[in-house]
């Protein structure tokens, strides 16, 4: 066994039981052994603009909280790569669950030989892990993870929603959404099995409690159908029963799809919501996925005439981007309407400067915020998804 090994296995040996302060401590003493004089460890909050560092017992470093958009962890964060100064004697580590970028680890030690540079990586990935396997549980972390309270209703959806991004070597799935301290209506889900990737998004009406609790009722009407083996027809209409049954008062509209990622196969269920687009080659290609909408889930409707599903076949490097109403009505201070073509050329622009599928939407979302002067009028929310096959189809 190698020095790094016999590192990382006590680390993970010793980790099974330790509180939240106790992870970085671990991480840290692990980090001397391999040659390193201090770790940091950083978690990006919720709406993606600020990184928190985690409490230590040796207390919280000078640089405790760093903006995402120009500090160099920042940078580490949005490009997914390491960053150092030109004194060369610290650096910044990407931590990343999957592709789910989740903060960064800052090294520091007399000489980051690449060799270290190598071990912190796969240190900051096992840090990562044990983040992420004890954050469900051990509010520290989560709250490390706010820059203020949350609303009942978005504490009520954010338990239920997923990793903002997910994916394999040919299919990319992420998602934002807004206000993510007062969310209310809006949800997303998406779940890769095998080579099928399914994404849904939900938007309840209102910005309520109610309005959480439709959302979060959906989602799990979605989870229950499809792991029973439902179709996307099935999952529409459970959801569709379920809100009837329980919040009667409630309608929701929502996108239910999914892709084979081996063959581009692209189908979907639109119920009332804006249809997706589709961008090919750096260009929105309109109107080729708008279909006729079914009604709103919650009328009971689609228990006896499941809502139809539409076909299309992908081509490699296409981007399906969905999202809810809330995005194009969003107005800036002046009354002006972000709107459809704005959103499309935004992710172009963004995509074609070489931003990531989730760094793309962090900023979208961002500007969106900003157009709206920081209060946005109801919930927005955008998933994207990028094919982007291995090898031919």
Not at 65 to 88: F, K, M, W
Request: net charge negative; proline share 6%; charged share 20%.
């Amino acid at each position: 066994m190698s020095r790094t090994e016999g590192v990382l296995s006590e680390l993970l040996a010793r980790s099974h039981r330790v509180s939240a302060r106790e992870i970085t401590v671990l991480v840290d003493e692990a980090g001397r052994r391999l040659g390193l004089s201090g770790i940091h460890l950083y978690v990006a909050d919720v709406q993606q603009g600020q990184l928190f560092a985690l409490p230590h017992v040796r207390g919280l470093p000078a640089d405790d909280a760093l903006d995402i958009d120009s500090s160099l962890g920042g940078l580490a964060y949005r490009s997914q790569r390491i960053q150092q100064p030109r004194d060369g004697g610290t650096a910044w580590v990407p931590m990343v669950d999957g592709i789910e970028r989740v903060g960064v680890m800052k090294v520091t030690a007399e000489a980051l030989t690449p060799r270290l540079l190598d071990e912190c990586q796969v240190l900051a990935g096992l840090a990562t892990l044990l983040i992420m396997s004890k954050k469900p549980y051990m509010d520290v972390l989560v709250e490390r993870s706010r820059s203020r309270p949350m609303s009942l209703q978005a504490e009520l959806v954010w338990a239920f929603l997923p990793p903002r991004t997910i994916g394999t070597p040919s299919v990319t799935s992420s998602a934002v959404l807004e206000p993510a301290y007062d969310i209310g209506g809006d949800a997303f889900d998406h779940s890769i099995t095998d080579d099928f990737l399914h994404v849904t998004l939900l938007d309840a009406m209102g910005h309520d409690l109610a309005s959480g609790g439709a959302s979060a009722i959906g989602l799990a009407a979605c989870r229950a159908t499809r792991r029973s083996g439902g179709s996307l027809s099935d999952v529409a209409a459970a959801i569709d029963r379920t809100l009837a049954q329980w919040i009667p008062d409630r309608l929701m509209t929502a996108v239910i799809a999914g892709l084979d990622v081996t063959s581009g196969h692209f189908t979907w269920t639109n119920c009332g919501h804006p249809p997706p687009l589709l961008i090919r080659d750096g260009h929105v290609l309109p109107q080729v996925l708008a279909r006729t909408p079914e009604l709103p889930l919650g009328l009971g409707f689609h228990g006896e005439r499941p809502p139809v599903q539409h076909r299309a076949r992908l081509e490699p490097g296409d981007r399906v981007l969905i999202y809810s109403d809330g995005v194009t009505e969003a107005r800036s201070p002046d009354g002006g309407l972000f709107g459809e073509q704005r959103l499309a050329d935004t992710v172009i622009r963004f995509m074609a400067a070489g931003e990531s599928a989730p760094e793309a939407l962090r900023r979208i979302i961002q500007s969106l915020v900003r157009q709206g002067d920081h209060a946005l009028r109801d919930d927005a929310t955008i998933l994207l998804v990028e094919w982007h096959p291995t090898r031919p189809s």
